[in-house]
């Protein structure tokens, strides 16, 4: 418990009426010592009484560069006192929080920015929580701190025929298995209209399986200080190819993730590229990534181009616009 | 970026919060700021009361208000310190315009801050001369800046400029307790409710500070930790050779009146005096009244050789006095033209012609006054006219605005037949004498000394009826002063008085134009007399010491003329009273000694005060109150009483005393409905009853299955049978109905406090628990 610069202004008011009512006559400074005194005995024991209040921060989803996220503060306690809070971030977030004082029992929110690749945390939360003068306080440290991940960046990289020559797959909807029924849980994109329009019922195109169970392999490497590159080239080149509805697995430094597809497998795909540090990968693959000082490079079939010259002056665009 | 967006407090007191939004919480803020500036207002108008000015001080006073309250919109904060300035520095102006020789004395830095320390340090603001002038100056600053800063949510800043205004009138000694308490109050509420405002606390916050504040006002009445120095305020004596000051210009050397109660005094000698008159032994005068005492404006001046006398015919008066026991006045007949003596070198001619000595005067000392006493007769008193000069009319005509009108209608009355003002003051003198008894025993009364001496009081002493006749010879526009001093004292020779503290005395003074001031004594002199004799003869008997020196056991020295050669109106109301007699002693001597020494505390006459403000709750002096069947209690006993109440309500309420109360009343009270409402009303009862004989029920948990794990008695469950069938097939009658609440009613009738037990213990068979 710490006094407050009111508190010492007081104690120091204090003072100066005793020694002028011992020296110059009592006047009515009794009624101004004594209720200084009251009011800092009452701050006191205010204070004596508080327990340390629970806190919970909500756990904002992941997300790419660029989106904003609202974090909820509940403050809960019994002793319904004032309290300055102060909630830190790590430097790859940004965040509109500004220390706030608030009645407790209370609840805040405030929105991030997500920046920087990587697991970013909030908090520690301190509670600095004073009597309803303002004249003591206490604080409570909560170290506890709440991960954010914040994804690679991704730049679109206009169609997958690029990864793959012509006959492992192809992003063409024309080339499906077979019509059948919809059943709910299908996607609505693959809904055949034409089809639809005939029957009187919904028809969707199921793609040929042999895709799905192919899918692609990627790897993705990088020298020290260009796990960032990588990791967007990675994640650019994944999604892409999940968005297309194919299967990928993806090898990355230190870890691997075995082929799926679908929502789930882009989570787990970039959720591992957002963690990812730097280094070789030397998995078989179909798709390799690596970057290093003389850029991001793709190798598909041996083939090797600069991942800028994949995504093109959509890419540089799109990231303009992520970044202001 | 914005700041957090949203932010909401729950709250699950009873009452809920609804009531108390951030728009209650302003209002209580702004009230709090409102109380604290009325607080130091009330110093001011208190101050204007007596020197003039209140209704331009009010007028100032809104002004500031309004002013801050159209500023406070658009103005920033530097530009309303700019302004509170100006605002400062033209009051201060204008008062040192009003003062005279005002500006020569604002040149010199030193003298500035002399006076500003002299206040700091307990001077009232009352004995600064145009103290009205000076008030008004003062107001509209703090007023609008601490109004300002409220209004623009800066409720530290307003706190502190309020607090800093009060505590001004604090170290003045102007403000009384009641006063400062309830400023503290407004400035603690000021920043309490200010922060609820700005950082949105609960309800319970809200009581939390209103127990600081009910804690406050009950515990400060009661508790002392100041301790109590000497009450002398850092004024510079005017002595020789000292610096002219501004403070010099405009204050008293010292020194007020405050009227007493129930007072006694000392039958030490105090000096003996050889003199070629016999004359009152005048020591003090004082122009400015309060309602409740005497104070004297104006510089004290170093002694310098001799002193003009009256402009009129004079006798001459040769006094030696011998100082019998420390003392710090100078006791001379009026008007001293000349002192001689180990004392003159020192001693100091008060603003109103007295003279008093520059320090302590030691036993065994001795001093001689010549004096010139006006010596008009009543002719040339009758005719001496009314053109008094504009500084007497200013200084001595003044009168509190306190003072009822009924004063002077009365005085009218009386002295509706004199023709001039020699007349009128016999008049009233002789009227006082005739119409009130003297008495030590009174209590102090409330409101204005004059008004309640004339309408409630029936006795009195000399203070009351000296001020009561300058109050009504200035209700006539005569100027008049009270003055104190001594009585002439025990004569133990023709030319020689003894003086004791008994003889302590006041009276009045009139101006007469070309004559100067001449003494009026409304007091009844055979009372007084009686009175300070048996108070003699007791002190003998006591044998109490330095009661007698040599000669004056001997009894009183007889001329052969008459033994009363002042008072020249005969003595009435011979009887006196009988309760005024063993303790009880005359005069003001202690006040007047206290006031002018506060060093000789060992002198042990202090007058003792029986008549303490705060309780003028049975009013048995004044006999004012009759036998109403209520205590009959001041205004701020009502406020404390108040203050009480809130207190007790805040406790209760964090208690939840106010939610079982609310409970207690439902479970009992069943209004009637359709008997399905009414089974599902009385389940609700009797669960209640249940959640807090053993637990709530749980969500989910079914009436059955919750009265079979408590375990609940026979009726319980029959009326958690009839529940589910009014609840889920809604199948139940009258009948059904009634028998719940029947049932419920006995329970509840069980489980009540005293009641219950009664009732169970009548041998209500069946398991204890339900």
Same mark, same amino acid.
């Given at each position: ?179 059948? $029924?919809?059943?709910? *849980?299908? %996607?609505? +994109?693959?809904?055949?209209? !034409?089809?639809? &329009? ?5 028809? =969707? ?52 993730? $075995?082929?799926?597809? *679908?929502? %789930?497998? +882009?989570?787990?795909?970039? !959720?591992?590229? &957002? ?5 070789? =990968? ?43 | ?770």
């Amino acid at each position: 418990m710490r006094p407050t610069r009111r508190a010492v202004v007081l104690v120091g008011i204090c003072a100066l009426a005793i020694w002028l009512a011992s020296r110059f006559g009592a006047r009515s400074l009794n009624a101004v010592v004594v209720p200084a005194l009251v009011v800092l005995g009452a701050g006191v024991v205010q204070l004596i009484f508080t327990d340390r209040p629970t806190i919970h921060r909500s756990h904002p989803a992941p997300g790419f560069p660029g989106e904003t996220r609202t974090v909820e503060i509940e403050v809960e306690t019994d002793d319904p006192l004032p309290a300055r809070i102060t909630d830190r971030v790590d430097s790859g977030l940004r965040t509109s929080f500004s220390d706030v004082t608030r009645g407790l029992p209370t609840s805040i929110d405030y929105e991030i920015t997500l920046e920087s690749r990587g697991e970013q945390r909030l908090g520690p939360l301190t509670l600095v929580v004073r009597d309803v003068l303002g004249l003591w306080t206490k604080t409570f440290e909560f170290p506890k701190r709440t991960p954010v991940l914040v994804y690679p960046e991704t730049h679109d990289i206009p169609g997958t025929r690029i990864f793959g020559g012509s006959t492992r797959f192809s992003d063409d909807r024309e080339q499906f298995d077979e019509l059948r $029924e919809y059943v709910p *849980g299908d %996607s609505l +994109r693959n809904v055949h209209w !034409a089809s639809s &329009a005939k029957r009187d019922e919904l028809v =969707v195109m199921e793609f040929d399986a042999a895709i799905d169970v192919t899918g692609l392999a990627i790897a993705a490497g990088s020298t020290a200080g260009y796990a960032d590159e990588m990791a967007t080239a990675a994640a650019s080149v994944a999604t892409t190819l999940l968005d297309a509805g194919l299967a990928v697995s993806l090898s990355f430094p230190g870890g691997e993730i $075995e082929r799926d597809g *679908g929502e %789930s497998q +882009r989570e787990r795909v970039l !959720a591992a590229l &957002a963690r990812t540090g730097h280094g070789r =990968v030397d998995a078989d693959a179909d798709i390799r990534v690596f970057a290093d000082a003389d850029g991001t490079a793709i190798t598909v079939d041996d083939r090797e181009m600069p991942f800028e010259k994949l995504t093109g002056f959509a890419a540089e665009s799109a990231v303009n616009r992520v970044r202001t | 970026m914005s700041t957090p967006a949203g932010s909401h407090n729950s709250e699950t007191g009873w009452g809920g919060e609804s009531w108390f939004g951030s728009g209650s919480r302003r209002v209580l803020a702004l009230a709090a700021t409102a109380l604290l500036i009325a607080s130091y207002l009330r110093v001011l108008t208190y101050v204007t009361d007596i020197a003039g000015g209140t209704s331009r001080l009010i007028l100032f006073v809104a002004g500031s208000f309004l002013a801050a309250t159209l500023l406070a919109r658009f103005l920033p904060a530097i530009g309303a310190l700019v302004l509170a300035a100006v605002l400062f520095a033209v009051g201060l102006w204008s008062y040192v315009q009003a003062v005279p020789n005002g500006t020569f004395l604002l040149q010199s830095l030193g003298a500035v801050r002399t006076d500003i320390l002299s206040l700091l340090t307990g001077l009232s603001i009352l004995r600064i001369m145009e103290a009205g002038v000076w008030a008004i100056g003062f107001a509209p600053a703090p007023t609008f800046l601490a109004w300002y800063f409220a209004l623009r949510r800066r409720y530290v800043a307003a706190s502190v400029v309020g607090g800093a205004a009060l505590g001004f009138f604090v170290l003045t000694g102007d403000a009384t307790t009641p006063t400062v308490l309830a400023g503290v109050v407004g400035a603690v509420g000021v920043i309490g409710f200010g922060e609820l405002e700005r950082h949105g606390g609960s309800v319970r916050q809200a009581e939390t500070l209103v127990l600081i504040l009910v804690a406050i006002v009950v515990i400060s009445p009661f508790v002392s930790v100041v301790p109590d120095g000497a009450s002398q305020p850092l004024v510079p004596s005017g002595s020789a050779g000292g610096p002219t000051t501004v403070e010099g210009s405009l204050l008293a050397s010292s020194n007020h009146v405050k009227i007493q109660g129930s007072i006694t005094l000392s039958s030490e000698v105090r000096f003996t005096v050889e003199s070629t008159h016999q004359d009152y032994w005048r020591v003090a005068s004082y122009d400015r009244y309060t309602g409740q005492g005497w104070v004297r404006t104006g510089e004290a001046n170093p002694y310098s050789g001799s002193l003009s006398g009256p402009p009129g015919n004079t006798t001459a008066i040769d006094q030696t006095y011998t100082v019998r026991s420390r003392m710090s006045i100078m006791p001379a007949a009026w008007k001293p033209t000349e002192l001689s003596g180990g004392p003159q070198k020192n001693a100091e001619v008060t603003a109103l012609g007295g003279v008093q000595p520059g320090g302590e005067l030691a036993n065994g000392t001795t001093y001689s006054v010549e004096s010139q006493r006006p010596n008009a007769t009543p002719a040339e008193l009758r005719s001496a006219g009314t053109a008094y000069p504009d500084r007497i009319t200013s200084r001595y005509t003044q009168l509190p605005r306190s003072v009822p009108n009924r004063v002077k209608r009365l005085t009218n009355q009386i002295t509706a037949k004199a023709t001039n003002p020699y007349d009128k003051a016999r008049i009233i003198e002789r009227w006082l004498k005739n119409t009130n008894n003297y008495s030590l025993n009174v209590s102090r009364p409330e409101g204005s000394i004059a008004d309640s001496f004339l309408f409630d009081m029936q006795a009195g002493y000399c203070t009351y009826y000296a001020t009561t006749m300058a109050t009504m010879l200035r209700t006539q526009g005569i100027p008049t002063r009270f003055v104190t001093g001594y009585t002439d004292g025990q004569r133990v020779s023709r030319n020689k008085w003894v003086v004791r503290g008994l003889n302590s005395h006041a009276w009045v003074e009139v101006y007469f134009p070309d004559i100067g001031w001449v003494r009026f004594d409304p007091t009844p002199a055979g009372p007084r007399r009686s009175v300070e004799q048996s108070r003699l003869e007791n002190a003998r008997s006591d044998n109490e010491s330095n009661v007698d020196i040599n000669g004056s056991a001997a009894g009183e020295w007889t001329p052969t003329p008459t033994p009363t050669p002042i008072d020249t109106t005969p003595t009435s109301n011979g009887s006196g009273d009988g309760n005024a007699t063993t303790d009880a002693a005359a005069g003001i001597e202690g006040q007047l000694r206290r006031a002018v020494n506060p060093g000789n505390g060992g002198a042990a006459n202090v007058p003792t005060t029986t008549g303490t403000s705060g309780a003028a709750d049975s009013g048995s002096g004044g006999g004012g109150s009759g036998g109403s069947g209520l205590p009959s209690l001041s205004p701020l006993q009502w406020v404390f009483a108040l203050v009480l109440v809130v207190g007790l309500v805040a406790v209760a309420r964090r208690r939840g005393v106010f939610e079982r109360l609310y409970r207690e009343l439902w479970v009992r009270f069943q209004p009637s409905g359709s008997p399905t409402e009414e089974t599902e009303r009385a389940f609700s009862r009797l669960e209640y009853l249940l959640a807090r004989e053993h637990r709530p029920r749980r969500s989910g948990e079914t009436p059955n299955q919750y009265l079979q794990v408590i375990d609940a008695d026979d009726r319980a469950t029959r009326v958690g049978e009839i529940f589910e069938r009014a609840h889920y097939a809604g199948d139940v009658n009258r009948a059904d109905a009634d028998e719940a609440n029947r049932l419920v009613d006995q329970l509840v009738a069980e489980h009540t406090p005293i009641l219950g037990r009664i009732r169970r213990s009548w041998g209500k068979s069946g398991p204890d628990s339900i």
